[in-house]
């Protein structure tokens, strides 16, 4: 399976995931949709509980690219949908999957 459609699984099953993002330690986040920006790129907006951050503010809203997404892993542990998540957001207009 590719990346997208782990992710796709994740969502579905609503299941945390963990990845390594531009080479940097690992991360552990909960994916909540893949979506094409205006920019054309493929977009995952999730939930990062823990893991890498450049900021450091955790857990907090995170979008990653996902042809920068290496060594992804759906995890046993679920999760419920995040605060402040808007599947209607205009953004998602072009959205692949979704919660």
Known sequence: MNNEQIL???IDNRKLVNFI???QPIR???PHAIYISSAGNEN???YQ???YSQSGNLPDWRN???SKIHDLEILK???EIAQGYKSYSSK???SVHKI
């Open 8 to 10: 796709i699984e994740a």
């Open 21 to 23: 993002y531009e080479e």
């Open 28 to 30: 552990r986040a909960a």
């Open 44 to 46: 995952l907006d999730a």
């Open 49 to 51: 509980f823990d893991g």
């Open 64 to 66: 990653f690219l996902l």
């Open 77 to 79: 542990e679920k999760f």
């Open 92 to 94: 998602y207009n072009k």
